[in-house]
């Protein structure tokens, strides 16, 4: 079957047709009138669902017996200055792209009875999924970084328009740390490229160049830094909690879901793959950072009583697994790393779907406003539940596939931090259960007798979210594969297995 | 791939099976789903049966696995291992959990959850049986937490009330910290071993290669695991309150196979256990210290179902004892004895319960007139887990005796006999004063015997709890003890008379002691507290070991987390907010020079050229030359 597809899918260009789609969307959306918003609405889902289908089959098209860059399409656009058309996958490549439309899917779903200005927010939302699909499939640093700003500028829109509670000052804070971040990348990709003395911008040719030590001692941190700002690295996470309050529910969604990941992306495929000396030298400094992300992320949600900012807080905690993953330097890890990055994806935009579901039926965040709910929205509470119960690890789900991989692999390097991160997975248990308890369990309260349960274009929403969850938990074997085979040439560069 | 495997894993599959069925699609009709999780159960039993004959006629080991998660060289893989022991297991589970499911038509009957109490069970039963054909560390981590996931969902099952809720949240959380140790352990040990493979890990430890040092925090860590599910101090403390799910739950669950897993695990890590003397002698410490600090705390009680989770957890100390000192088939015997007569006592209780609507056994009293089923099976469990000759529990635990006095552990021994003569105490106090003498209020008047969906599964457990124990008379030739076993010999077993007279002494003490004070009057129960002083009130309220638990939590784990929030809030948020601050400050002082005036401006570039010169002037004079210098 992968055979077929492959075959199939490589008589198109299939990369530029999966990004391509939401950005045609955006052009039809500009089109209809506002007030329509019932073809809004489907233009959106129609177009990103297309790019769903295609991710799926992406997914299954990829050989993991091979590895390596497939798909490619490669034109020369700007030669003088190395700036190409330089699109590929490799197999963290199409589990990220799979997420991306995912998340989408979900995302534009979740946002179905949205009436403010929803012209505007889908052409946005459609717009950043444009720039998240390209920066995962872009291999010439140059587009990589045109893609990314495409993803990270529309936020501060969404944010500050369609968002609630302090959000200017929430939407400000998100988007100057991302620019902030964006400087560092861009400082250290051109780095990269005056370093190289190749004058191209391309990121197989850049592969083959060893770069000096001092360089890589000083450029890692540079762009690791400048990516890991995007995905929460401790401490310079405190954008998130507040961004992800503020934001709409499928912002939260997209954000959480796949923004967090193109940082811990970039900081594996961009810094640790091209520089692997200054990896190897700042590793163990960065891996205690993400065991304070960790630890700290998670006794941080224990104290919460937002739903959002518990559920902040614990991408915070999860993301340190993803990058104490990244810096443990072995393939074991690196996967386990990868596969976190899609659960979590997965994981997280349940969640914040299922908090502004919950917001639009009680009004409130506040945890101890909250109780009993589960009598009257058994659905949602049993997706709440699922996702908790992924959340704080557990077996058949795919948040333990991922966590358990990443912990084998990083105990390899770093066993007494490991031992630490592990700790991690206690109180992990302990806050999720505790906001499933308070907001779900025990007596009704008087006046949330009326609440509905989820109607169906939520149940689809969480549905397809959740299949995904349980899918990899169960059945992880394939997934791995793809993953493992893209991040062996890494580990091998790093001299770990 | 052969029969016995196949076998194996239709019985584990069946009730997931069950299970999905019910979810997809017969949740409205209660009784069909009823059915269908019992039809399932009933097909795994049959299984099971098929598979401990076959063990029976030709004792071997069986292996097969599936791949799972291979990421290059670590492999994962879902496996099936049938021998003795795991045969014993998956007839133990089957049935208790076909009896109790039974049981529970009757018992569950009218409640809003039915199909998914019926789900659950089943989804319980295939996470136990994954557990019990496990054939490597990581697939027994993976059912073992699914398990307790079961036991989180059936101690909540009416989470509408707040105990109930609370005790399921607790449950999980106490089980993670055990998990903790068993993860960690699962990770030192396999890292180095190369697998998670029982079989391979096995060999690799016996071959030595691993430091002993290290190997008993390993073994002491995968312990922990046991710590937990078996509900063994300081980790007890979640199984009395997970009596707040249905009553068929806590006898399945929480009394005859789940808790008994962390027994199981040892058992089947036996071949590592082993070989860290250090390990086996705090498990069998910890394991005699647990049976007659739960003994203690269950004569106490006035929750009828309490006594009896504490009761259990002061069994499975006994069996961890036993595993301890190396009695690794008195361990799995008594836990199969166990597993009978504690299922049968938690089931009368959910008769009793069924028929007065309380749990305190102060308004219960002279039910054996109005339910004589209940209180006659009730009888046999309670003779039976006193050890009284001829019953199950005799057998079992004079052998656990034995395995103490012959260890060389006469503190361990003496502890053993104490936590007997306690035993025999606390069920006859329980027997008593809820069966026997007058009717106490309302309650007792109101009673009734369960129907006989409920009272049939009573006897058949009654009826085992009679027979199993001849299962491992000393001596014969066919007895457990020539066929379960660990290493190269049969352990010799020889049927040890003073010990067996001790043990019987002591239990019949314990029962007469009982009645002179909650039958006769001949001693006042008064007089018995006021002698006894502080340690009553100990051991009523169970040591305050949940008080320093919530102290810990409430007061130190709690102002750490607010801490943290703090931290977060002033002090990293700070700074970036001062960043901003900065930014904005320096942006409004700058904008004071820009203030449009030629002159200013003028200034300002001589000033700058002045600077430029004494710079260059300082650091290079030769530049000046450039200035026309000299």
Redesign the interface.
Known sequence: MQQFLASMLSQIPILTIIYIMPLIAVILLFLIPGKNQKAIRIVSLVFSSISFVLSILLFFAYDWNAGGFQFVERFDWIPSIGVNYFMAVTGTNVVLVLLTGIIITAGVLASWSLDTRPKEFFILLLLLVTGVFGVFMAYNLFLFFLFYEIAVIPMYLLIGIWGTGPKEYSAM?LT??LMAGSALIISGILGLFFGSGLSTFDFDRLLTVNYDITFQKIFFPILFTGFGILAALW?F???SPDGHASAPTAVSMLHAGVLMKLGAYGCLFVAVWLLPEGAKFWAPTIAVLTLVNII?GA??A???KDLKYIVAYSSVSHMGIVLLGITAGN??AY??AVLQMFSHGVMTGLFFALVGMTYGRTHTRYIYDMG?L??RMPALAAFFVLTG?CS?G???LSG??AE??V???A??TYPVL??IA??G??IT??YV??MI?IV?????DEHYKDLTDANPVEFTALAILMFFIVAVGV???LM??VI?SSV?PIAARMGG? | MDNMIITGMLAAVMPLLGFLIIQAFTKKHHMLSAYVSIAMIAASFTMAVLILLGQLKTPGMHNYSL????????EMNIGFMINQLTSVMLVIVTFVSMLVQIYSIGYMHGDDGFSKFFSFISLFSFSMLGVVVSNNL?QI???W??VG?CS?LLI?FW??K?EA??A??KA??VN??GD?GF??GI??L??KAGTFDFIAVEEYVKSGAIDPNYLTVIVLLLFCGALGKSAQFPMHVWLPDAMEGPTPVSALIHAATMVAAGVFMVARLFGIFVLSPGAMLVVAYIGGFTAIFAASIALTQDDIKRVLAYSTVSQLGYMVMALGVGGYTAGMFHLTTHAFFKALLFLGAGSVIHGVHTNNIWDMGGLHKKMPVTSVTFLIAALAISGIFPLAGFWSKDEILVATREAGMPLLYYTALITAFMTAFYMFRLYIVTFLGKEKGEASRRAHESPLNMTVPLMILALMSVVAGFAGVPGQENSIYNWLYHGEHPHETHFNMPVAITSTVVAVTGILLAFAVYFFNWIKAENLKKASGPLYALSKNKFYIDEIYLFLIKRC??T???A??WF?KQV??G??NMA?FVMRWSGRALRNTMTGRVQDYALVIFGGAVAAIVAFAIYNPAALQLLGGR
């Open positions: 804070k100057l740390y401490p996470h405190t954008w700290y006794i941080g224990v104290a919460q393939s074991v996967s386990g009993g589960a009598k119960l704080l557990l077996p058949a333990f596939v358990i991989t912990f084998i692999g105990f390899r490991t031992v592990i700790a997975i206690i248990a302990f259960l505790r308890q779900f369990f025990g007596k009704l059945w992880p074997f791995m594969k493992h062996l297995m | 791949p799972w998660m291979h990421i290059g060289s670590v990581m981590y993976i059912f937490e699914l996931l989180y909540g989470y509408t707040p809720s609370d399921a949240k999980f959380v993670r910290v903790f993860l960690l990770i030192f396999s890292t784990f709690f750490i987390a607010e943290v929030k977060d990293v948020d700074v970036v901003a």
